[in-house]
């Protein structure tokens, strides 16, 4: 029976362990993911970004407290919020930009967008367009990763919103089903942000409590404060390693709340009130985080200073590389629609 | 050379393939304990086990893309279609993953997946499971689509496909699984990809099809031959993306009339496709428009009587290579 946890995961804090180094990078790393989404708006009003533009903002806990938690080899796949999914595990902030003013320098040769980034070389397997086209593509990267004996595990995020779609229910139930025989080392992240665009998951789901809904899948899974990243790390410390060494999947609901619009287009924001976006950007994770580093470890008002301005200057440098590099040639467009054709050299598979 | 059915062509492709290359994989719907449903599969469960040959659930959509996922790290899976009709359930899959990930990742991965299956007219499976699809998947960039004609052709071809780094839909003819011909054994054999091929000279008329209909085609071309004395020239495609014309324009300029078979519907089918590319590159070559041999444009009825009626026969085509050349029937 896949276990069952009602009661969202909290976060229990060890003063020591808190005031390690490490938890002053995550903060870095969640300011730098917001100035990078709020640049992301400007440069979109001013016409320098085009199509599409999902940001993150009020989500950073879910990207850093999972992300932190892997090991070199692991992967990742999510949908199209996903700049920072990618920033978090690696790519260059100014490649990121790059990409989405549609530029050679770009993650994607400038070819893929703000939907579909894409850096192998970090373990990021895309940025994708289809709500929950992506999950099955995750459990078979999972099943690939244990084919080949490796020790590697899968992380698949989507929203609450990719939930009553086909493709969710397939790749939980293959997933479950595969990792019965230990096949399936994927860590399935429910973003739930309260919204599958403008529909709220009252609206949108017959069963309100999602995590229950993927038990029905054989899978164990557990609720999270997505605002808090010590709560995040520590359920993904423990589950990760637990994947990793039973090659079965695990499913994690982080509750979150996006501060911003579904999308650059989405300004009017009928679906909500004011008052429930001011309510949560009172629990904004990178102010939870900042506070309990100062009650604990003493971090200062100048040392997020610091921080914020290193954010700055790394976002600003981002914005001027992106603006300062060529547009794709013109043969770009012919490139990678399939490989070069010709005979495959041996031993390439 | 051995003599072969096709479908034993296409297991031979699939085991060679799995034995020289623990990375190939196949996954479907009953193709393991139930050992497939047109017996492609038969006794591979038992030569590789489960985690090679994997039953997976009746859920086309999953089973396509895990296969893409696989093919993303390194993997080279193959995917059965119980028949190519389920396969639409995928159209997710395959054409906004499969077809699109190389691209918009700037050619970060491959997407070494091939999809296969039987399509086409049956006896008496009706409306949901008669159904021919190469248009339908031709029409998208970063797809390969063949449909082979002979065993030769289904077990090269299908090796080509294995050992590709692109997603493939791999179209099988129900119709042709006990078809006999002469397979090379050595397990090198390949058949390269966008290579058409003469199947029969002539110098009066070209017939260019693919599949079953270009056997349909032969059996056509013989009976003019000996009927009427009219010689035909026949084109096998082989391949309809990548799509090789130049045996066809080539076969045009010398006879200068044009028929297209193929056993879908006529609308945006790859007929038309195949008459405007012939027609914007020999013009001047012809003496006669190009005319198609189609499937009539109806779903396809139970009755065995009407089901006759809607797919394409010799008499068909023998009656359009008559209309080229202005012989009366």
């Known amino acids: 029976m896949a276990k069952a946890k009602e009661e969202t995961t909290s976060a229990t804090i060890d003063p020591v362990a808190a005031c390690a180094p490490e938890w002053t990078g995550i903060l870095r790393q969640m300011i730098l993911i917001r100035r990078f989404e709020e640049a992301t708006e400007k440069e979109f009003r001013k016409g320098k970004i085009g199509g599409y533009l999902h940001v993150y903002s009020g989500q950073e806990a879910v990207a850093s407290g999972i992300i932190t938690a892997l090991q070199e080899g692991d992967i990742l796949f999510t949908g199209y919020r996903d700049h920072a999914h990618a920033l978090s ?17 770009g993650l994607s040769k400038g070819k893929g967008g703000s939907m579909h980034l894409f850096d192998v070389e970090h373990g990021f397997y895309g940025g994708y367009g289809i709500v929950g086209g992506h999950l099955t593509l995750a459990a078979g990267a999972a099943y690939a990763l244990r084919y080949k004996q490796t020790e590697r595990i899968a992380v698949c995020y989507f929203g609450d919103g990719a939930m009553n779609i086909g493709s969710f229910h397939e790749a939980m139930n293959m997933a479950g089903l595969w990792g019965k025989a230990g096949m399936c080392p994927i860590l399935f992240i429910i973003e739930n942000n309260g919204y599958a ?5 009252e609206r949108h789901s017959a069963l309100t409590d999602l995590s229950q809904r993927v038990r029905a899948y054989n899978m164990p899974t557990e609720k999270v404060d997505g605002q808090d990243v010590f709560a995040v790390r520590g359920v993904a410390d423990r589950v990760i390693r637990q994947i990793r060494e039973t090659g079965k999947p695990y499913c994690i609901e982080a509750v979150t709340y996006r501060f911003s619009g579904h999308g650059a287009a989405d300004t009017q924001q009928p679906y909500r009130t004011k008052a429930e976006v001011e309510e949560h950007r009172r629990r904004d994770p990178i102010g939870i985080l900042r506070d309990r580093l100062g009650e604990i470890c003493g971090l200062t008002d100048d040392d997020v200073k610091k921080i914020e301005d290193w954010a700055s200057a790394e976002v600003a440098a981002a914005v001027q590389f992106a603006e300062e590099s060529p547009v794709p040639e013109a043969d770009e467009l012919w490139r990678d629609v399939v490989a070069e054709d010709g005979p495959v050299p041996e031993g390439s598979s | 050379m051995t003599e072969k059915n096709y479908r034993e062509a296409i297991r031979d492709a699939m085991t060679e393939e799995m034995d020289r290359d623990p990375n190939v994989l196949i996954m479907g719907e009953d193709i393991g304990v139930y050992e497939g449903t047109f017996r492609i599969t038969a006794g591979m469960l038992k030569k590789y086990g489960p985690k090679r040959v994997i039953d997976t659930p009746i859920a086309e959509a999953g089973m396509v893309g895990t296969a893409v996922g696989m093919a993303m790290l390194g993997l080279r899976p193959i995917v059965e279609m119980m028949t190519m ?10 054409l906004n993953h499969a077809a699109k990930v190389r691209y918009f990742s700037g050619g970060q991965v ?7 299956g039987p399509q086409g007219a049956g006896v008496q499976l009706s409306a949901q499971h008669s159904q021919t699809f190469e248009s339908f998947y031709a029409h998208f960039p970063g797809l390969k689509v063949v449909a082979p004609a002979t065993p030769a052709d289904a077990k090269g071809l299908l ?8 997603p493939v839909i791999f179209l099988e003819s129900a119709a042709l699984y006990g078809m006999k011909g002469e397979v090379p054994d050595d397990d090198s054999f390949t058949v390269p990809f966008g290579v058409s091929r003469v199947a029969r000279e002539g110098s009066d008329a070209t017939i260019v099809s693919y599949s079953r209909m ?9 009976r003019l031959s000996q009927e009427e004395g ?10 309809l993306r990548p799509l090789d014309l130049q045996p066809a324009y080539a076969s045009v300029t010398k006879t200068h009339r044009c028929v297209v078979v193929q056993e879908q519907w006529k609308p945006f089918g790859a007929a038309a496709e ?8 020999v013009f001047d070559e012809l003496d006669a428009p190009v005319a198609r041999v189609t499937g009539e444009d109806v779903p396809m009825p139970y009755a065995r009587n009407l089901e006759v009626l809607a797919t394409p026969h010799e008499e068909h085509v023998i009656a359009a290579v008559k209309k080229v050349m202005y012989v009366s029937s």
Do not use: H, W, Y
Request: glycine content about 6%; proline content about 3%.
């Open chain 2, 230 to 239: 009219i010689e035909c020239e026949v084109i096998d495609l082989r391949t």
């Open chain 2, 85 to 94: 009709n389920f396969a639409i359930v995928a159209a997710d899959q395959i």
């Open chain 1, 89 to 105: 595990l690696g790519a260059e902030p100014r490649r990121v930009m790059a990409e989405l003013f549609g530029k050679s320098t």
């Open chain 2, 274 to 281: 195949i008459a405007a590319s012939i027609t914007e590159t």
């Open chain 2, 214 to 222: 270009l056997q349909m085609s032969l059996i056509a071309a013989e």
């Open chain 2, 110 to 116: 491959d997407l070494p997946v091939v999809i296969r």
């Open chain 2, 159 to 166: 090796k080509t496909a294995i050992r590709g780094r692109d």
């Open chain 1, 197 to 201: 665009m403008g529909t709220s998951v």
